[in-house]
């Protein structure tokens, strides 16, 4: 019986070690030529590759070169401290050393590093070669040939600027991640040659559809080389599944605040990576001058360039001295009606605003049908606004039958901060029970659902996105209009709308 039990004792503790053999870390991390900036590691070193595993990046990325006598040694660029990696014997590139003493890693002990650990995977990139394809192709086969005698197969995932190095991976071993860099090559073309992900600079990505119709296809998408937190943003909004940086602290920081960390799903966004007028499946216009119920002072346009543009990743909403019909300033108002339209779900517009006295930007929704009636009986939801004279604060506010600014009942709060000189990001999420406000993540307002009906709580219908700068009016005009402030613009980096998963 005692022989029994210690068998199944040692069959249990085989089976749990084999279980847990790998635990792979399961983030969007991969320190670019590992984690160095931040500590000042050299890059491409064991240190960096060690401070990676520290920080628990999904994967560490380093580059490879074979020397003139075939040895295969990890670094960036085609030289090394003035030697030119594949024009010289190993022996010369040690007479080098990297800042912190270490030097130049073979691919072998770097591999051997990698292999002390089993929670960060190694990106071998194969730099194209200098002399010729075939030299490429012969590094290739060299790091496979490397990779399967030291046992890191499970370790290791691969990249490359040439597509020809990624298929004969794929050839050499069917089973292996492979990812392209250069960034000219389809989804498709990728899929039909076996290749399971992209790799590309995160630019590519921003043309419509891209990511979306690389997910449909089954390949992972990476995006190279991200060091700033908007970019970090969008491309944690659009799902990708890796992100390439020399900033992996930031990228951690950044995935903390991503509203997919908490469970909300990218349904629909503008990001304005296009140029000229805003894109027509996305937005219309509402066009007119006649005070829009507050006595405002300027005609909105339509599809005008004047008033409505974008430019350099922005939608550029601005305001002119011109005069139309009976009025004598132009904007725009862009919405969303019939286009996307939403109910229950996070909105988060990323934007500057325009300064000066007299101007009433603002960022809100409205019903799309307004079953419960003309307003303020369908509600409205101002995730932002601002008047001029008040050049320190932003506001968000509910309006309903029961609470709205006629009566003097409207439910809204200010919050303070310079809104001019960098983007902030203005949101709301809405649910079926509350709607909460927040300014660059902080939340400073929360409207409850009474449950006391429509005349409380409108909200359970479908709303749909506008964005205008206003002129005057019965509370931008409060104190008047500075006419030296024109063209005054908004910019609008992006509009996002999230649901739940």
Avoid at 1 to 19: D, N, P, S
Avoid at 354 to 369: H, N, Q, S, V
Wanted: charged share 25%.
């Amino acid at each position: 019986m005692k022989r029994v039990f210690t068998l199944m004792f040692m069959v249990l503790i085989f089976t749990t070690a084999f279980a847990q053999k790998f635990n792979w870390n399961k983030n969007q991390v991969i320190a670019h030529r590992g984690a160095w900036k931040k500590n000042k590691f050299p890059e491409n070193s064991i240190a960096s590759l060690n401070e990676a595993v520290r920080l628990g990046c999904y994967g560490s990325e380093f580059d490879v070169w074979m020397t003139l006598d075939k040895v295969l040694v990890v670094n960036h660029d085609a030289e090394f401290q003035g030697l030119t990696i594949e024009k010289v014997n190993y022996a010369d590139l040690l007479t080098k050393s990297l800042s912190n003493g270490e030097k130049i890693p073979t691919l072998e002990s770097y591999l051997l590093a990698g292999k002390k650990q089993r929670s960060t995977k190694l990106i071998l990139e194969i730099k194209p070669s200098l002399i010729s394809k075939e030299r490429g192709i012969a590094v290739t086969n060299a790091c496979i040939e490397m990779v399967k005698k030291l046992g890191v197969v499970d370790w290791t995932e691969y990249i490359s600027f040439d597509y020809d190095y990624c298929k004969e991976v794929i050839k050499l071993l069917p089973k292996a991640k492979v990812a392209y860099l250069k960034g000219d090559i389809s989804a498709e073309q990728m899929k039909a040659d076996k290749l399971t992900g992209v790799d590309y600079h995160y630019s590519v990505y921003q043309k419509d559809g891209w990511i979306e119709n690389a997910h449909k296809l089954g390949l992972t998408v990476n995006a190279w080389t991200v060091n700033t937190a908007p970019e970090m943003q969008w491309l944690l909004a659009h799902q990708v599944e890796y992100i390439t940086t020399n900033e992996p602290e930031l990228l951690f920081e950044g995935i903390k605040k991503t509203p997919v960390a908490t469970g909300w799903k990218l349904k629909w966004s503008d990001e304005f990576d296009d140029a000229g007028l805003p894109l027509t499946k996305n937005w219309s216009y509402n066009v007119g001058g006649k005070g829009w119920g507050n006595n405002e002072l300027q005609y909105y346009t339509e599809a005008d360039s004047t008033n409505a543009k974008v430019k350099k990743g922005n939608l550029n909403i601005t305001v002119v001295k011109a005069d139309k019909e009976s009025n004598h300033y132009t904007s725009a108002r862009l919405v969303t009606k019939n286009k996307f339209d939403f109910k229950y779900g996070r909105v988060e517009v990323r934007a500057i605003l325009p300064k000066g006295r007299g101007l009433w930007p603002a960022i809100w929704a409205l019903p799309t049908e307004a079953k419960y009636g003309g307003w303020p009986k369908s509600g409205e939801i101002d995730i932002m606004e601002h008047v001029g004279y008040e050049p320190d604060s932003v506001y968000g506010t509910v309006h309903t039958e029961k609470f709205n600014h006629v009566i003097h009942t409207q439910v809204g709060k200010g919050v303070k901060i310079n809104p001019y000189n960098d983007y902030h990001v203005y949101a709301v999420e809405w649910f079926k029970d509350k709607i909460d406000f927040f300014v660059d993540d902080q939340k400073y307002l929360t409207f409850k659902n009474t449950g006391k009906g429509s005349g409380d709580w409108p909200f359970d219908q479908n709303f749909h996105i506008i964005l205008n700068v206003a002129v005057g009016g019965g509370w931008g005009g409060k104190k008047g209009v500075d006419e030296t402030i024109f063209p005054a613009t908004m910019k609008i980096d992006y509009v996002r709308v999230f649901e739940k998963e």
